[in-house]
């Protein structure tokens, strides 16, 4: 189960699933490697004691996002080089009778979906992370959103961010949502030339963007950023995560050029994304590729 969401209206979890681990780590971004998975979109109403499944996708899914003004209206990243996509469905309520359609998709993509976010003016948010042909990073990656319900799609890539772009993250103060924060990893090979590592800002919907931390930041001299978070208790501290150094803060992300500090008490190298609990908002939950959940206190 790679992701969550619930419906606001129905009260609906659904939940992105594959047979697939470790999609878009180094070692799963062949389409080789993902075409034979299978996945699903599961469906619950009691709060995770069952699961059941939306449609019959079949191929791995990684992400899923609900339209919080249409009921029953999901969006599904699903990949596989030969049926992955952005797929939609209109009635995810039938449950197991439900049909989904796959969008047209973003030029110079290959399959290999990321991220799904739905903008409170109906723009549809879409990251399409590393794609691997052999040992060649393909530039199939990037940020891309669609205004008209996925016939057309703008790209808002940076020409650094081509080859493996991880999450992005919204900053929740900017109230038009034109600010967000992408994580980039480090392509390999002839591809390395052309994409550069590191935490990115933009202010402008991905029209441009400011490389914010950069490899000199890490220890391991690559600074793989995987995904981010804002502390909901502290304005404008936040986290990110990397690849091979661990977690880093900066006290003020909203600055010109912000500070950023690796978080020494973190003790493992490779976190993967943060929760703040939203009952206790100081309670900070980090998820991890091979060191379980971490449970942390934020500062006062």
């Not at 594959?18 to 299978?38: A, E, F, N, P």
């Not at 992400?63 to 009921?71: F, G, L, M």
């Not at 799904?116 to 003016?121: G, I, K, Q, S």
């Not at 600074?223 to 977690?247: C, I, K, M, R």
């Amino acid at each position: 189960m790679y992701a969550a969401v619930t419906d606001p209206a129905t009260k609906i979890t659904y939940a992105a699933t594959s047979s697939v681990h470790d999609l878009y780590q180094s070692t799963y971004l062949q389409d080789k490697r993902i075409d034979s998975g299978k996945g699903a979109v599961l469906a619950t109403t009691d709060k995770g004691a069952t699961w059941n499944p939306v449609g019959n996708i079949g191929k791995p899914v990684i992400s899923v996002a609900v339209d919080p003004k249409t009921p029953n209206r999901l969006y599904a990243a699903v990949v596989s080089s030969t049926a992955g996509g952005i797929y939609m469905t209109t009635d995810a309520a039938k449950g197991n009778a439900a049909t989904w359609t796959k969008l047209t998709p973003p030029l110079r993509t290959q399959g290999h979906p990321h991220n799904l976010m739905l903008l409170e003016d109906g723009t549809l948010l879409a990251t399409f992370s590393g794609r691997r042909d052999g040992n060649t990073f393909t530039p199939s990656s990037g940020v891309f959103l669609t205004t008209d319900g996925g016939k057309t799609w703008e790209d808002r890539t940076d020409y650094r961010m081509r080859y493996w772009t991880k999450d992005v993250i919204l900053d929740p103060a900017d109230k038009s949502q034109n600010t967000w924060y992408a994580g980039v990893f480090h392509a390999w090979g002839k591809s390395a030339a052309d994409g550069e590592e590191g935490l990115y800002r933009t202010t402008d919907r991905g029209k441009t963007w400011t490389q914010l931390a950069t490899a000199p930041l890490a220890k391991s001299g690559v600074l793989n950023v995987e995904s981010a978070a804002f502390d909901p208790a502290h304005p404008g501290q936040f986290y990110f995560t990397t690849e091979y150094d661990g977690l880093y803060f900066s006290p003020d992300i909203r600055a010109k050029d912000p500070a950023f500090t690796q978080v020494q008490s973190y003790p493992f190298k490779h976190p993967l994304r943060i929760q703040f609990n939203p009952a206790r908002p100081a309670e900070m939950w980090v998820t991890s590729f091979g060191n379980a959940i971490r449970v942390g206190e934020t500062l006062p």
